[in-house]
């Protein structure tokens, strides 16, 4: 038996396991599968068994996993350059900010890494505009959230999170938020003072379950917006980039946002990229030396994010979204009252609420990945199916097979 260099573990799932639970810290609490390989919809554990990937790593996949495109254009740039900070340009930079502009129809582009980093710089951005261009005393602006939002981990995102499992013991937490019901266009607006600085909202709420708002509610609150002189920003960063079958989500809504944080998809599943996107008026409150990141922008993530746009750029996986999205409700849909309690979502993105007397949502994940699928639980009894928008019709089914399998057992 093969071990571990001074360890005696042996180099199989119980192994890695062993290693993880000694020295990593429990912030997670991941199925037991440990992936050495993938390609497109598929990933392979040290054991050699092949699961259906039903997650995309939130979204960061919507591409598949190590799709040729990206990973030749990350290869060309890992030989000529990665990093340079913006203390200096490089010849990525410009090409990657306006190719992303001419994608989401904006003006203006702010690289970042992380999702987190990208809706911290909005936040930011709309303090700003609200103190410089508003006229809102500085210190004073307010942003409107939505309750069982999810925008990120740091202390401010948490500071405005109505989950408390994200938020107990972290505080003392950043003020400067209201926080009215998803979906409600009248709290809204009841919620806006002279204060006011923007309404920061995801177009789907996807750790909420994948939460659908109703019809008309961005409209109501982009008009609300418009009359208070408030911003609009859109969260995408989960929704955005094909994953519910339009460019960006709120598209759906027929609907323009201030500003968009972007993220996950935009680095191919490859790395942190993300980018906050809008119009000049906002994105151009910023001086020289007022915000920024060393790896922000970096010419490996501007290489691999120009990868993606071109893919975007053919339509292939908004179309693929579609359709197959479709496909995925109508067989979701006839699950409910025979497992399933209830389905939502768009494009090829989906939360299923397992019905009562079932499986917990842990339990059902984990009988999913022993039938060679892989998803996870959010909020207990819910689903959350987001397979890459690579994946085959004939996968799909195969994956919603074992779905119906585990929910009517």
Same mark, same amino acid.
């Given at each position: ?9 042996? +180099? ?11 020295? %990593? ?41 190590? &799709?040729?495109?990206?990973? *030749? ?6 030989? /000529? ?17 306006? $190719? ?20 911290? %710089? ?28 999810? &925008?990120? /981990? ?6 405005? %999170? ?34 006011? *600085? ?21 409209? $109501?609150? /982009? ?41 996950? +998809? ?23 030396? $007022? ?9 490996? +993530? ?59 949502? /842990?339990?059902? %994940? ?19 199916? *987001? ?14 097979? +074992? ?7």
């Amino acid at each position: 038996m093969t071990t571990f260099a001074g360890t005696g573990l042996p +180099a199989s799932t119980d192994g890695y396991l062993a290693l993880d639970e000694q020295w %990593s810290a429990h912030n997670y609490h991941p199925l037991p599968v440990v992936i050495a390989d993938a390609a497109g919809a598929t990933v392979t554990d040290v054991d050699g068994k092949s699961y259906l990937d039903f997650l995309s790593g939130y979204s960061a996949l919507n591409f598949g996993h190590r &799709h040729p495109d990206l990973i *030749a254009a990350v290869t060309e740039q890992l030989g /000529r350059v990665t990093l340079t900070s913006r203390a200096f340009h490089h010849d990525q930079f410009g090409l990657f900010c306006r $190719e992303l502009a001419e994608l989401t129809g904006t003006e203006m582009v702010l690289p970042m890494n992380s999702g987190a980093e990208a809706v911290e %710089s909005a936040v930011k951005l709309a303090r700003k505009w609200a103190h410089r261009i508003k006229g809102v005393p500085d210190g004073t602006a307010e942003i409107i959230v939505a309750g069982a939002n999810f &925008h990120g /981990r740091t202390t401010t995102i948490v500071s405005f %999170s109505t989950d408390e499992t994200a938020r107990a013991d972290f505080g003392p937490f950043t003020p400067g938020f209201v926080t009215v019901p998803y979906g409600d266009a009248d709290a809204v607006r009841a919620a806006i003072t002279p204060r006011t *600085a923007a309404v920061l909202l995801e177009p789907i709420q996807g750790e909420a379950g994948v939460i659908v708002p109703p019809a008309g509610f961005f409209a $109501e609150v /982009r008009r609300a917006c418009d009359e208070e002189g408030v911003l609009l920003i859109a969260d995408e960063i989960q929704s955005g980039l094909a994953r519910t079958g339009t460019v960006l989500a709120l598209d759906h809504e027929g609907v323009r946002a201030d500003l968009y944080t972007l993220g996950k +998809a935009l680095g191919g599943g490859i790395l942190p990229v993300s980018a906050v996107v809008g119009g000049r008026e906002v994105l151009g409150v910023l001086k020289p030396g $007022e915000h920024g990141s060393t790896f922000g922008g970096n010419p490996l +993530a501007c290489a691999v994010g120009r990868a993606v746009i071109r893919l975007l750029n053919t339509g292939e996986f908004q179309r693929r979204s579609t359709e197959l999205g479709e496909h995925l409700r109508q067989r979701l849909g006839k699950l409910v009252g025979h497992g399933l309690s209830e389905v939502r979502g768009r494009g090829l993105w989906a939360g299923i609420d397992l019905a009562p007397g079932g499986p917990s949502g /842990r339990a059902a %994940s984990e009988a999913l990945a022993k039938l060679g699928v892989l998803c996870k639980e959010t909020q207990d009894t819910t689903l959350r199916i *987001a397979p890459p928008l690579v994946i085959t019709r004939a996968e799909l089914d195969r994956g919603l097979d +074992a779905i119906t399998q585990v929910v009517q057992a």
